[in-house]
């Protein structure tokens, strides 16, 4: 299985990334892929989700309205377009495979990438 992230950075307030995220290897059906992530001193919270299927979305209430989470048509390749980027969004963000009802809590993830930095600063 691999779970692969890309696009993360350095970027000032205000501004904007697009982080992408390529899973492989296994054999799911009814699963979602979605974004963690882990500040210094945080625990770590799910960001968004993304129903393979349906395209259902779901979001962290910190960045509703800011991020947007899509897929291709592979059902294997996620992307998240984060605007408005705050210092508080800072952190390492992991793309994950999810399954089951309760999306965005850690108990409904079965895989796991190894994570990317995205750091907001001026």
């Known amino acids: 299985v691999q779970v692969v992230e890309s696009g993360g950075g350095l970027v000032q307030p205000g501004g904007s990334l697009r982080l992408s995220c390529a899973a492989s290897g296994f054999t799911l059906y009814h699963y979602a892929i979605g974004w963690f992530r882990k500040a210094p001193g945080k625990e770590r919270e799910g960001v968004s989700s993304i129903n393979t299927s349906d395209r259902r979305t779901y979001y962290a209430d910190s960045v509703e309205g800011r991020f947007t989470i899509s897929r291709d048509n592979s059902k294997t390749r996620v992307y998240m377009q984060m605007n408005d980027l705050k210092p508080e969004d800072t952190a390492v963000y992991y793309c994950?495979?999810?399954?089951?009802?309760?999306?965005?809590?850690?108990?409904?993830?079965?895989?796991w990438g190894h994570g990317t930095q995205v750091t907001v600063s001026s």
């Open positions: 994950v495979v999810e399954q089951g009802q309760n999306l965005l809590a850690e108990e409904s993830i079965i895989f």
